[in-house]
């Protein structure tokens, strides 16, 4: 089957007979794109071998050919239109991707934009899970990320089955809460494409505020460390976008305007930018970035001229550890890091 994710990008997904991996029972596993399906031949019905890409992402590594039932395999095909809301499917040229363009009106968008708004490492809202969000929906409550602050009202939640005193003043104190998170989350939280956690707290250090990035153009963008021209074009066309722009009026305006977090000076990294890719086994992603910055380097999201290290675990990002060797970046792998930080 197909998932639409919330940049509207279409992914095929394998569903499993559930299966015990690293931990883990499995019952669904990405397929990446097109081609990948494709390379790898999987076909509906195959015996498959699956693993966890990086101890986290379930993923078919490739069919048991000798498994193949001897009738009725036929190669998999992208469907030519979305699956949520029926628009024809887009695949550019030169490009892996085959994505929805009903960037506003597709219903799967929606929802996943809202689940990543208000998820752990963006707006952290407990107590608006994925289950509740689409409760919300279907009640009519939610169309966009500013109605989480706008349109919920407690005594019609009350309503619903499920729902009692203490968990709508939960859920409320959640929502109110996450006015105050950093400006970093907020811009990981509105899901600008090209732009993950690292990217976004960079920024936020960097710019300072939201009216920053408003009028700031792509070439503005493209001079920060580690900003590329296609992550820069993105998020200049993200801000340029005039319903994007007036979502975060009514976030301003019901009181979500956090300023950028201090960024820490002094210390041994000083001056010194990182790029952080794979899995480490002793750091999780955000406890690397800490450590950088509590001894005052800076932790960029793309690798360039400027980088001064890239720190690569297992299974680094091609394009990140491809681009350090072309330029010749120093690459750390994890125990070279923890010699980097005195550990």
């Not at 019905?45 to 101890?55: F, I, L, M, N, S």
């Not at 005594?155 to 409320?172: P, Y």
């Not at 009216?211 to 700031?216: N, Y």
């Given at each position: 089957?197909a ?7 279409v992914?095929?997904?394998a ?10 029972t499995?019952?669904?596993a990405?397929l ?13 019905k195959?015996?498959?071998v699956?693993?966890r890409?990086?101890d ?5 590594v490739?069919?048991?050919?000798s498994?193949?039932?001897p009738k009725g395999?036929?190669?998999w ?8 809301c ?15 363009p ?6 799967a968008?929606r ?11 963006a ?16 009640q ?11 349109r ?8 619903l089955e499920g ?7 939960n859920?409320f104190?959640?929502i ?15 899901g ?11 920024l936020?250090g960097e ?8 009028g ?6 493209e ?11 993105a ?8 319903r ?11 009181g979500?305007?956090p ?15 990182f790029?952080v890719?794979?899995t480490l ?11 950088i ?21 297992e299974?680094p990002?091609?394009?990140k550890?491809?681009?350090a060797?072309e330029?010749?970046?120093?690459i750390l ?5 923890k010699?980097l930080?005195?550990?």
């Amino acid at each position: 089957f197909a998932s639409v994710g919330r940049t509207g990008v279409v992914t095929p997904f394998a569903s499993l007979e559930p299966v015990f991996v690293g931990g883990v029972t499995i019952t669904t596993a990405t397929l990446h794109n097109e081609d990948e399906v494709a390379r790898k031949d999987v076909r509906p019905k195959d015996t498959v071998v699956v693993r966890r890409a990086g101890d986290v992402i379930p993923e078919v590594v490739g069919p048991v050919v000798s498994k193949r039932p001897p009738k009725g395999t036929r190669r998999w095909k992208m469907p030519k239109k979305c699956p949520a809301c029926d628009t024809e499917l887009v695949r550019r040229e030169g490009e892996s991707a085959t994505f929805c363009p009903n960037i506003y009106g597709c219903p799967a968008q929606r929802r996943e934009r809202l689940f990543h708004f208000a998820s752990r490492g963006a707006m952290d809202i407990e107590g608006l899970g994925y289950k509740t969000i689409i409760q919300f929906i279907e009640q009519g409550w939610l169309e966009d990320i500013a109605d989480i602050y706008e349109r919920l009202d407690p005594e019609k939640i009350a309503e619903l089955e499920g729902w009692g005193e203490i968990s709508i003043r939960n859920l409320f104190a959640a929502i109110e809460g996450s006015k105050k998170r950093p400006l970093g989350n907020l811009l990981t939280a509105l899901g600008i494409p090209h732009v993950g956690a690292t990217t976004a707290h960079y920024l936020a250090g960097e710019v300072g505020s939201i009216e920053s990035l408003l009028g700031m153009s792509a070439e503005d963008l493209e001079a920060l460390d580690g900003i590329g021209p296609i992550v820069a074009q993105a998020i200049a066309d993200f801000f340029a976008d005039e319903r994007n722009r007036a979502v975060i009026e009514r976030l301003r305006a019901a009181g979500v305007d956090p300023k950028a977090e201090m960024r820490k000076k002094g210390g041994p990294l000083e001056g010194k930018n990182f790029v952080v890719t794979g899995t480490l086994a002793d750091f999780s992603r955000s406890q690397a970035e800490s450590a950088i910055e509590d001894l005052g380097g800076k932790v960029v999201g793309s690798v360039s001229k400027k980088t001064d290290y890239v720190v690569a675990g297992e299974s680094p990002g091609a394009t990140k550890f491809n681009k350090a060797q072309e330029l010749g970046t120093t690459i750390l792998d994890e125990d070279g890091f923890k010699k980097l930080l005195g550990r």
